[in-house]
């Protein structure tokens, strides 16, 4: 396996707004306002007066801080209040002269327009004869009004509260492990907005994609990583929010260097006995009928998983391709009979799972009934559901929970998984 110091952060190194040039195309092209920046216990907000990157100058009680910057500082320290408060986290790591000299977290405010709400950077110049120590120190851009007309369909007040916590999430995980996975960070830092600003849900928008990418594994550095979110909250829902930042705490010492999965799996371990693959398979088995809230909490709010087929009854098999870290949700039409019966064989050497899922009622207000198996090294699994006839809808789950990689590949910036495409079979039949 490749060590973290062969592999990329996952946000890289960037130059500040008063820096130049900057490659983010977001430097300042004017001096910093005359009381830039205003401090709060742990924040330093910067701003200017002219062009395009200036904030609205309206200050009610004219002390020469705008209003908006007040605004900015607020949120700030609410969000402190919760992720280093309430939830715990160890503090960012301190940048020391940088920003606004009191080694706190720098927000510079700027007009980003509707292609970013916000980003998180670590500085430049922490590295150490070429190579970047694990922890580091960085800073937030947020845009300077969130205007509705770049950013249509939102509320500024609440794309100012999603994306702060959102993006110092990013600056915790910096000071915890720069070197993890960007799905790691960023289904992390979608997390931790509904966990500060619970109301809001904007979270959302990424489930209903995630629900469409069932063949993109859950580790994959991709579009689906944003609403893996639904991962952190079903391991918060067996283990408590601890789990999510135990996994970040003790990613700097998972072996091998960087790999997230081996950071979730130790934190699993440590929380429940359980690990990494076990937990995906049970995962996966609730995601068929997880708009019944008895999982996911918000999972009314759920679109529901599409399937992907259906399995037909009287033994004829059916083979499937499936990459690691994925499932397949296949719809099982059984009436009648006394037992439903469904087998699978996954190949050798492959963590799988399988499962049966009958659900009574409705889908938001109905009752799941959950059978499984699980095999760490392949090979035949099995499960059965007494009198099919009481469901309203009846699915089986094929799982690939095999999350092993062979070493890091800097040509494609991920870890070079084993068990992608990997053959299943799978049959169903009515014992009467």
Known sequence: MAAASDQRVFRAPAARPTDHPDPNRNAYTVPEAPRSPACTRHFCVHWVTEGIDAPKLADGDGDGIPDYVVQVQEVAEHVYEIENGKLGWRPPKSDGREGGGQGKTDVYLDQIGGALFGYAAPDRGQGVRGRLPRHLHGYLVLDNDYDPREFPGTSAQQDLEVTFAHEYSHILQFGYDAYQDAWFAESTAVWMEDQVYDRIDDYLRYVRRWTRHYDTPLTANSIKEYGSAVWNEWLSRHYGRDVVREAWSRSVHAKPGGFSVAAYGSAIEAAGGSDFSRDFARFAADLPEWRTHRV?????????????????????????????????????????????????????????????????????????????????????????????????????????????????????????????????????????
């Open 296 to 432: 996911f909490p918000e999972g009314g709010s759920y679109p529901d998983v599409s399937r992907q087929g259906s399995l037909p009854l009287g033994g004829r098999v059916r083979r499937r391709q499936l990459n690691h870290t994925t499932f397949q949700l296949l719809r099982v039409h059984a009436r009648a009979g006394r037992t439903l019966a469904v087998k699978a064989m996954a190949p050798r050497g492959i963590a799988a799972g399988l499962a049966l899922v009958g659900r009574t009622g409705s889908e938001r207000h109905g009752r799941a009934v959950r059978v499984h198996d699980f095999t760490r090294h392949g090979g035949r699994m099995a499960v059965r559901l007494p009198r099919p006839g009481r469901f309203d809808r009846i699915t089986a789950v094929l799982i690939n929970a095999d999350a092993r990689a062979a070493g890091f590949s800097a040509r494609r910036l991920d870890w070079a998984y084993l068990t992608d495409s990997a053959p299943f079979r799978v049959s169903a039949w009515l014992a009467r």
